[in-house]
T-cell receptor, first 113, second 115 residues
Framework: DVKVTQSSRYLVKRTGEKVFLECVQD?????MFWYRQDPGLGLRLIYF???????EKGDIPEGYSVSREKKERFSLILESASTNQTSMYLCASSNWGGAPEAFFGQGTRLTVV | AQKVTQAQTEISVVEKEDVTLDCVYETRDTTYYLFWYKQPPSGELVFLIRRNSFDEQNEISGRYSWNFQKSTSSFNFTITASQVVDSAVYFCALSHSGNTGKLIFGQGTTLQVKP
């Protein structure tokens, strides 16, 4: 069974903290993504990576950075968490080529207080 | 600009009713792909279907069917004889023809099926 695993289902962090959200996939996929899900806005792309150490900004990268040191792992970093980053974060992965379907993790609900 | 609009925020039906979820998209690309995903309460999005812009044939999979009409830029999803297990958030999404797999999502439609 293919899997995308996010390290936490729920996180509560304080304003100003540095926050790491981790995602691991076991399908040897080239592409990995971080999306943010907010009510009424759907999912919005924060960053994506198409190879190890490669990354590209998505639609809402401000306040975030990413790291991909190994093919199977893609980390989202909030350098200094703020309350407006309280949200559901979804990681996904896909193959390269042909508008592939994406496989999603179960999501991390982050609350910044 | 590329955009996906799901105008229905929430829909509530009684079990066994048919229900259609609307999706309208905007793109200037001639080659593109459309998707539907289901998000059950557990959280992870589950892939339902992918359609490319050159294939306007409707598709049926069990109780699910999809109607793709380029003339109206719509890709609607119908559930026949709905069941309680169909209760979820449903997302329509648009992708470029490229290889990256980046998706542009609609706002999502929450479907509640009551027994």
């Amino acid at each position: 069974d293919v899997k995308v695993t996010q390290s936490s289902r729920y996180l509560v962090k304080r304003t100003g903290e540095k926050v790491f959200l981790e995602c691991v996939q076991d399908m040897d996929h080239e592409n990995m993504f971080w999306y943010r899900q907010d009510p009424g806005l759907g999912l919005r792309l924060i960053y994506f990576s198409y190879d190890v150490k490669m990354k590209e900004k998505g639609d809402i990268p401000e306040g975030y950075s990413v790291s991909r040191e190994k093919k199977e792992r893609f980390s989202l970093i909030l350098e200094s968490a703020s309350t407006n980053q309280t949200s559901m974060y979804l990681c996904a992965s896909s193959n390269w080529g042909g508008a592939p379907e994406a496989f999603f993790g179960q999501g991390t609900r982050l609350t910044v207080v | 600009a590329q955009k996906v609009t799901q105008a229905q925020t929430e829909i509530s039906v009684v079990e066994k009713e048919d229900v259609t979820l609307d999706c309208v998209y905007e793109t200037r690309d001639t080659t593109y792909y459309l998707f539907w995903y289901k998000q059950p309460p557990s959280g992870e999005l589950v892939f339902l279907i992918r359609r490319n812009s050159f294939d306007e044939q409707n598709e049926i999979s069990g109780r699910y069917s999809w109607n793709f009409q380029k003339s109206t830029s719509s890709f609607n999803f119908t559930i026949t004889a709905s069941q309680v297990v169909d209760s979820a958030v449903y997302f329509c999404a648009l992708s470029h023809s490229g290889n990256t797999g980046k998706l542009i999502f609609g706002q999502g439609t929450t479907l509640q099926v009551k027994p």
